[in-house]
């Protein structure tokens, strides 16, 4: 069965603290994202990775992906405020479009 | 350049009626997905559409159907609704082939009374 799981589901963090969000997956799979979803809002794009190994940063967020562990990480560093918002991950499933969401992870940075 | 646009913004139907939703991709792209998100949940593969065909299907009953025009825009329907069937319904527009980079729309939610 195709599952992905996101860990922790809510998140409460301080300003300025570092926190990472991990993200498995039940079947190999090379194509992983991360999205950013505000209350009431759609889904913004965050990251693409596409190989083992790979990893993003932009901003305070920097994403991995370790395809043999089948494993990605979405890492905050010194968090603010803004980055309050649930964030999910998704993977894309053999040659199919088929693209699969975790159940996300709803961040809540406090002063 | 116009992002992905959903029409309308907000809709409320009662059981057993049909609705209609609507979508634009984003200029440049061909390949329409569309997603229903639960209150509280990740988004859920519905259907894909490519060159006006469904390419791709998600776990859902017939009642849900979609169409993909010449312009490459999109409708999806649903028939015989369900109170769970309330949810908010996500377009997403790609260029086929290209890293199945997605890009979302505002979305419709869909209150079913």
């Known amino acids: 069965e195709l599952k992905v799981e996101q860990n922790p589901l809510f998140l409460s963090m301080q300003e300025g603290k570092n926190y990472t969000i991990y993200c498995n997956y039940s079947t190999t799979s090379d194509r992983l994202y991360w999205y950013r979803q505000d209350p009431g809002k759609s889904l913004e794009s ?4 596409l190989s083992n190994g790979a990893v993003k940063q932009e901003g305070r967020l920097m994403a991995s ?3 043999k562990a089948r494993l990605s990480t979405l890492h ?3 968090a ?3 980055l309050s918002a649930t964030y999910f991950c998704a993977v894309v499933f053999g040659l199919v479009n088929d693209m699969r969401f975790g159940a996300g992870t709803r961040l809540t940075v406090k002063p | 350049d116009a992002g992905v646009t959903q029409s309308p913004t907000h809709l409320i139907k009662t059981r057993g009626q049909q609705v209609t939703l609507r979508c634009s991709p984003k200029s440049g792209h061909d390949t329409v997905s569309w997603y229903q998100q639960a209150l509280g949940q990740g988004p859920q593969f519905i259907f894909q559409y490519y060159e006006e065909e469904e390419r791709q299907r998600g776990n859902f009953p017939d009642r849900f159907s979609g169409h993909q025009f010449p312009n490459y825009s999109s409708e999806l329907n649903v028939n015989a ?3 769970g069937d309330s949810a908010l319904y996500l377009c ?6 290209q890293n199945y980079e997605q890009y979302f729309g505002p979305g419709t939610r869909l209150t079913v009374t």
């Open chain 1, 76 to 78: 905050i560093t010194a």
């Open chain 1, 65 to 67: 992906l370790d395809t």
């Open chain 2, 81 to 83: 609704l369900l109170l």
């Open chain 2, 92 to 97: 997403a527009s790609s260029q086929w082939g």
């Open chain 1, 46 to 49: 965050l990251f693409v990775l």
């Open chain 1, 80 to 82: 603010v405020h803004d």
